[in-house]
């Protein structure tokens, strides 16, 4: 008999333990600072019901399954259910600042809050989050200065700021981003010359900023993957010298309305360029075409 009641009660105990893990924490405490700040942060009124924030029920664990009510969208965790990996919101139209705690999230890989109205500078505590490799936070009302603390993110490989009000010089020191891939600063109050630029980069795009000074070879050293130029709509002047034609893996260029005044270009030494489309149109460019150019698509003096 007693053999039978001891095996009841531990039966009775693992049951009891294993129906209530669910209560148990298992998103880290910094964590769950994180996001409860980060919720804290958007003004309630922005908040629609149907919205993934407002699924954001932190009297639930975070990253506990199954996700029918609570926290049904805008994060993912980690295999072991301890860490936020991905912030991703909807655009709902949230607006708010962003709270500095949100490097909390020290697990972070991809952070995306695009097609909302959060405003004010971006904290220059996100840069501390060295594991980041996707910061998208273009279509917003970010303003002030890119942080020079950007740098840090040794592992990013895609930055999109697109479509915000940031102003002033871009950091000095990008090219120590070796990891960057994809650079969208389109469409933002930026202004001064190139700096050096990462040299893994694919695709640069700046574009409707007030950038200035010439293109220098300096700023484009090493570039040899570089697919994709985009850099219309600002105030580059000078030479376009011959250099720039011959980056390697070149594809398509846009550099109309500028204020460039000459093109040179040497014959490539490869026959089979990938260049297949350069806009120059709407700049103060004198002078034939150089002939080179005539065998791709081109638009020089067009519009």
Known sequence: M??????????????????NLVAVALTSPQDISAL?????SVKPSSIQPWSCLASWDFTTDPCAFPRRTHFICG???????????????????????LT?????LTSLTILDLVDNNFYGPIPSSIFSLINLQTLTLSSNSFSG???NSITNLKSLESLDLSHNYLSGYLPKTMNSMSSLRRLDLSYNKLTGPLPKLPYNLLELALKAN???GSLSK??????????????????????LEPWFFLLPALQQVDLANNSLTRVEVSKPSNANSDLVAVDLGFNKIEGN????????????LCH
């Open 218 to 239: 300096s700023s484009f050293d090493r570039l040899t993957r570089l697919e994709v130029v985009e850099l219309s709509e600002n105030s580059f002047t000078g030479t």
């Open 145 to 147: 200065a890119v942080p």
């Open 36 to 40: 409860k700040a980060f919720k804290a």
């Open 2 to 19: 007693l053999p039978r009641i001891l095996s009841f009660l531990l039966s009775s105990f693992i049951l009891f333990n294993t129906e």
């Open 210 to 212: 007030s950038l200035s």
């Open 100 to 104: 500095p705690l949100i490097s909390l």
């Open 289 to 300: 075409a150089p002939c080179i150019l005539l065998i791709i698509h081109c638009c020089l």
């Open 75 to 97: 994060i993912t965790c980690s295999p072991d259910s301890t860490r936020v990996t991905q912030l991703t919101l909807d655009p709902a139209g949230y607006s708010g600042r």
